[in-house]
C-alpha cells in the first residue's frame, strides 16, 4: 500500500511537471512539416495515453528504474472497438506480442502497452484481467485477448530481474490514461531507457498533412533505447562526433548496437491495414536520420494504426470502410518519418541524468552544448518563445 502511494504521487508529479520541460524546438532546432497543437500522439481525437513511473533505492542497494505506458486508441471504447493496423520489425532482436493476429486480422483490439524486456508477461496478463473483471464476455462467457505488449531493455540503469512492474501498476496507467500534453523522457515504459548512449525514454510528435482538401493528422508515441554514439545526428549535424564525453557504455564494456526502440504511429486519416503496415515501415526512415543503422542486437519494430473507419466494427453483417488511395499516401509517409525524427529528439532532449543499478550511470544530451553546434553547423532556428528551464 505504501509503494503504490508513492508511485501514485510520482505520477501526478511527472504528468504536471512535463508540460514545463522544453522539448527540442524550444532549443532551436529546425524540424521540417507542420505539428499539430500539442505535437503529440494524442493530437489525433480519441487517444489517450497513461504512465506509471517507478523510481526507487531499494534497502538491498538494487535500483528500480522503470514502468509502463499504455496507449488507447480510442480511449476507453479501445476494449470494445478496435482499429485497422498493421506492423513492421526492422530488426527482430526485440518483442511485441499480438502481432500474428494483427497480420492475420488487419485489426488492433485493446491498448498498446510499453514495458521493459522482462515485464512483458506480466503487462500481458494484467491487461487481460482486467478485460475480464471488467464483465461483459461474449457467449461462451470468457473474453479472448492477445494484447499487444512491446518492450525495450532498461537493464542498464533497473534491476530488469527484479520484476518490479506489478499488475497494479498496468491498472493505473490504464485508467489515468487522459488526452492533452504527453509526459516525455524519463516517465513510464521509458524510465530507465538509453539512446545513442545518452539518457532517454518516451518522446512524441505530430504533423499535420493535407489530402484531397481534407486535414489529416500522423502522431508518433516512440520508446527509444536503441543507438551508439557515433553515428548521432540531429537536424543533420553530426552530434555523435562532438559530444564524446560520458558515453554510458564505455565502463560496461560494450561495443556496438545493443538496444531497441519502440515506434508506434497513429492517423485519423483512413487508411486500410496493408496501407498502415506500409506506413510502419517508414517510422525506418525516421530512425535513420538520427544515425541508426538497426544494428544485430537492436529490436526496431513499428506499429500503425488509424482512428478512421469505426462504422466498420460495429455489429452488423456488412462492414464498409474507406481509405485514402495508394497514390495519395506520399503526405502519410513523410509525416511519418518527420514525426518520429522529432519524437526520439523530444526524448532525448526531455530525459534528465540518471544513476541507477549498480551506480552505472546515464547523462542526459547537454542543452547548452547541443545548441552550441547546432549554431556552429548553420542550423540554430531561434524558437518563438524564449526557454525558461536552464540546460542540464
Not at 509526459?183 to 530507465?192: D, Q
Not at 538509453?194 to 499535420?208: L, M, N, P, Q, V
Request: aromatic share 6%.
Amino acid at each position: 500500500m505504501r509503494r503504490l502511494a508513492w508511485v501514485a504521487v510520482l505520477y501526478s508529479f511527472c504528468a504536471l511537471s512535463s508540460a514545463a520541460e522544453p522539448r527540442a524546438r524550444d532549443l532551436g532546432i529546425p524540424f521540417e512539416g507542420t505539428p499539430g497543437p500539442l505535437n503529440a500522439l494524442t493530437d489525433i481525437a480519441g487517444i489517450t495515453v497513461g504512465q506509471v513511473t517507478l523510481i526507487e533505492d531499494l534497502a538491498d542497494a538494487h535500483k528500480v528504474r522503470t514502468g509502463v505506458t499504455a496507449i488507447l486508441p480510442r480511449g476507453k471504447a479501445s476494449a470494445d472497438t478496435p482499429v485497422f493496423a498493421g506492423w513492421f520489425a526492422l530488426n527482430g532482436n526485440g518483442e511485441m506480442t499480438g502481432t500474428a493476429w494483427i497480420d492475420e486480422s488487419g485489426q488492433l483490439e485493446g491498448p498498446v502497452m510499453l514495458t521493459n524486456t522482462h515485464s512483458v508477461g506480466v503487462v500481458r496478463d494484467a491487461v487481460i484481467a482486467q478485460r475480464v473483471h471488467a464483465g461483459g464476455a461474449d457467449a461462451s462467457g470468457y473474453w479472448w485477448s492477445l494484447p499487444v505488449v512491446a518492450e525495450t531493455w532498461d537493464g542498464h540503469l533497473n534491476d530488469i530481474n527484479g520484476f518490479h512492474v506489478t499488475p497494479a501498476d498496468v491498472d493505473r496507467a490504464l485508467a489515468d490514461a487522459r488526452g492533452g500534453p504527453v509526459a516525455e523522457g524519463n516517465v513510464g515504459g521509458g524510465t530507465g531507457m538509453i539512446c545513442h548512449e545518452f539518457k532517454c525514454g518516451i518522446g512524441t510528435a505530430s504533423r499535420r498533412l493535407l489530402a484531397h482538401g481534407t486535414g489529416y493528422l500522423v502522431g508518433v508515441l516512440v520508446q527509444a533505447n536503441y543507438g551508439v554514439r557515433d553515428p548521432l545526428r540531429i537536424a543533420g549535424v553530426p552530434v555523435g562526433q562532438y559530444l564524446r564525453n560520458d558515453r554510458v557504455y564505455t565502463d560496461a564494456g560494450l561495443d556496438g548496437e545493443t538496444g531497441s526502440i519502440i515506434v508506434v504511429v497513429a492517423t485519423d486519416a483512413p487508411l486500410l491495414p496493408h496501407q498502415l503496415k506500409r506506413v510502419a515501415r517508414r517510422a525506418s526512415m525516421g530512425l535513420a536520420r538520427m544515425g541508426s543503422y538497426a544494428g544485430n542486437g537492436s529490436g526496431d519494430i513499428f506499429l500503425a494504426f488509424s482512428t478512421a473507419n469505426e462504422h466498420p466494427f460495429q455489429a452488423g453483417s456488412l462492414g464498409q470502410a474507406s481509405f485514402v488511395g495508394n497514390d495519395d499516401l506520399d503526405g502519410v509517409f513523410e509525416a511519418t518519418v518527420q514525426a518520429t525524427e522529432e519524437a526520439i529528439v523530444n526524448a532525448m532532449v526531455a530525459a534528465r541524468d540518471m544513476r541507477g543499478e549498480g551506480g552505472r550511470y546515464a547523462k542526459a544530451i547537454s542543452h547548452k552544448d547541443l545548441i552550441r553546434l547546432l549554431k556552429r553547423f548553420g542550423r540554430y532556428k531561434r524558437p518563438h518563445a524564449v526557454m525558461q528551464a536552464s540546460a542540464p
